[in-house]
């Protein structure tokens, strides 16, 4: 008789205590569900900015071969200004 008593007791006891985990799982699994959509906006925002600096580093990409280029023609461009100026000062003078 005392041995169906405690194993009642630790029945009861047991089953308190499934209880009271009960209430702390279901927030725990909730709140994994809010993580887990949480991670997945942010993956999608984190994938957004990615896209964004790509497209800004094509365009500084550009920028950079473009100046490249200006800088390889600036000799022209000062040779041509400076011989239209002395054949301008050149027209002027007769």
Do not use: W, Y
């Not at 994994?32 to 984190?46: G, P």
């Not at 094509?58 to 022209?76: C, Q, S, Y």
């Amino acid at each position: 008789m005392n041995s169906e008593r405690e194993i009642r007791n630790l029945r009861r006891r047991v089953a308190a205590f499934e209880c009271s985990f009960a209430g702390p799982a279901l927030r725990i699994s909730a709140l994994h569900k809010d993580l887990l959509a949480f991670q997945a906006r942010t993956e999608e925002r984190f994938e957004r900015v990615l896209g964004r600096f790509d497209r800004i580093d094509r365009k500084f990409d550009r920028i950079g071969h473009e100046l490249r280029g200006l800088r390889a023609d600036i000799p022209k461009i000062v040779r041509r200004a400076v011989r239209n100026a002395l054949r301008d000062q050149g027209a002027e003078r007769r």
